[in-house]
T-cell receptor
Framework: AQTVTQSQPEMSVQEAETVTLSCTYD???????LFWYKQPPSRQMILVIR??????QNATENRFSVNFQKAAKSFSLKISDSQLGDTAMYFC?????????????FGKGTHLIIQP | GAGVSQSPSNKVTEKGKDVELRCDPI?????LYWYRQSLGQGLEFLIY????????KSGLPSDRFSAERTGGSVSTLTIQRTQQEDSAVYLC?????????????FGPGTRLTVL
């Protein structure tokens, strides 16, 4: 079974600062996917960024980028130029390749607060 | 296009009653997932459908829970004889298998409160 650990229950930064959310995972699989989802108070789970484990290049999406360290089983999310709208719960998630039947395994989440 | 929709948005019921939660996936998405989000347990995977079939139902919390999907589209999650510990947000997601990372797209969830 896979496990995902997010060690920061809550983080708070000032608007425009850069913030990094940590995520580690444990798996014996070699081929898998990793995701960061954002859940604002509206409850809608929104995909932020995704990484395929076989790709060495770190994924980037505008202000969001990841630092994927496969050997260390680490998948941190960096948010640059943070904005008030980034305030939300952030969940790191793991899924085995081609194994939809197992669904996503989520971490406990990090509550990110962007202060004006 | 339209995203994943779920209904009702909120449901309050009395202990012992049955409830049905509905999920309408993104058109054309072949895979559908149900998750439960609660304060104590975090996000838990419940069940996965590929087309109309669910190969593994072991993630359902008890035999009071059942799920079906008809026509490869809409899915319903039914909870019989609800208990207070069933109170949670039930999230549905869909994906098009074979696309980038088999990415799942989520609906807004149904908040279930059992009194």
């Amino acid at each position: 079974a896979q496990t995902v650990t997010q060690s920061q229950p809550e983080m708070s930064v000032q608007e425009a600062e850069t913030v990094t959310l940590s995520c580690t995972y444990d798996t014996s699989e070699n081929n898998y996917y990793l995701f960061w989802y954002k859940q604002p108070p509206s409850r809608q789970m929104i995909l932020v960024i995704r990484q395929e484990a076989y790709k060495q290049q770190n994924a980037t999406e505008n202000r969001f980028s990841v630092n994927f360290q496969k050997a260390a089983k680490s998948f941190s999310l960096k948010i640059s130029d943070s904005q008030l709208g980034d305030t939300a719960m952030y969940f790191c998630a793991f899924m085995k390749h081609g194994e939809g039947a197992d669904g996503l395994t989520f971490g406990k989440g990090t509550h990110l607060i962007i202060q004006p | 296009g339209a995203g994943v929709s779920q209904s009702p948005s909120n449901k309050v019921t009395e202990k012992g009653k049955d409830v049905e939660l509905r999920c309408d996936p993104i058109s054309g998405h072949t895979a559908l997932y149900w998750y439960r989000q609660s304060l104590g347990q975090g996000l838990e995977f419940l069940i996965y459908f590929q087309g109309n079939s669910a190969p593994d139902k072991s993630g359902l919390p008890s035999d009071r829970f059942s799920a079906e999907r008809t026509g490869g589209s809409v899915s319903t999650l039914t909870i019989q004889r609800t208990q207070q510990e069933d109170s949670a947000v039930y999230l549905c997601a869909s994906s098009l298998v074979g696309t980038v990372a088999d990415t799942q797209y989520f609906g807004p969830g149904t908040r279930l409160t059992v009194l």
